[in-house]
């Protein structure tokens, strides 16, 4: 079997070799100061966006990009620390809604000025990278729809 990897793969391994570590910039900066990672922020970041701070795991999943049972193993510390609190739905006894806790608002609050941080720092360096990297995302998300 040929081992040859083709630019484009070369570039996809790259790119998810690069997002990697910025996500352990980002956990790195989050862990210290307030105690979660930054996929736990994109959860709470998506709850905080939901109407009235509440959401189905379903909905979560969509979201952050992860199965409903990976968002309900991923909610279940965070529920056990009183940052997120699960409720039965009124009209569905079968589906459970996830929402922040006054604990978990504010923690929420703390973690985006520690992320707001961590990019402007980045992001300092060249002015110019922050346009292609703008240029970048949105081709990305383009392209993802």
């Known amino acids: 079997m040929d081992n040859q990897q083709s630019r484009e793969q070369r570039l996809a391994l790259t790119f998810a070799a690069a997002w990697g570590r910025f996500e352990r910039r980002l956990d790195a900066a989050l862990g210290s100061i307030r105690g979660i990672s930054f996929a736990e922020y994109r959860l709470l970041q998506a709850l905080g966006d939901a109407p009235n701070a509440q959401s189905s795991r379903v909905d979560l999943a969509r979201v952050v990009g992860l199965t409903p049972s990976g968002v309900t193993r991923a909610l279940r510390p965070m529920e056990k620390l009183g940052i997120v609190a699960t409720v039965k739905s009124k009209r569905d006894a079968r589906l459970a809604i996830a929402g922040l806790?006054?604990?978990?608002?504010?923690?929420?609050?703390?973690?985006?000025?520690?992320?707001?941080?961590?990019?402007?720092?980045?992001?300092?360096?060249?002015?110019?990278?922050?346009?292609?990297?703008?240029?970048?995302?949105?081709?990305?998300?383009d392209i993802a729809h």
């Open 101 to 141: 806790t006054p604990a978990g608002r504010e923690l929420l609050s703390d973690a985006a000025g520690v992320v707001d941080d961590a990019m402007k720092s980045t992001l300092k360096r060249s002015p110019k990278t922050r346009e292609k990297l703008h240029e970048l995302i949105n081709w990305l998300d």
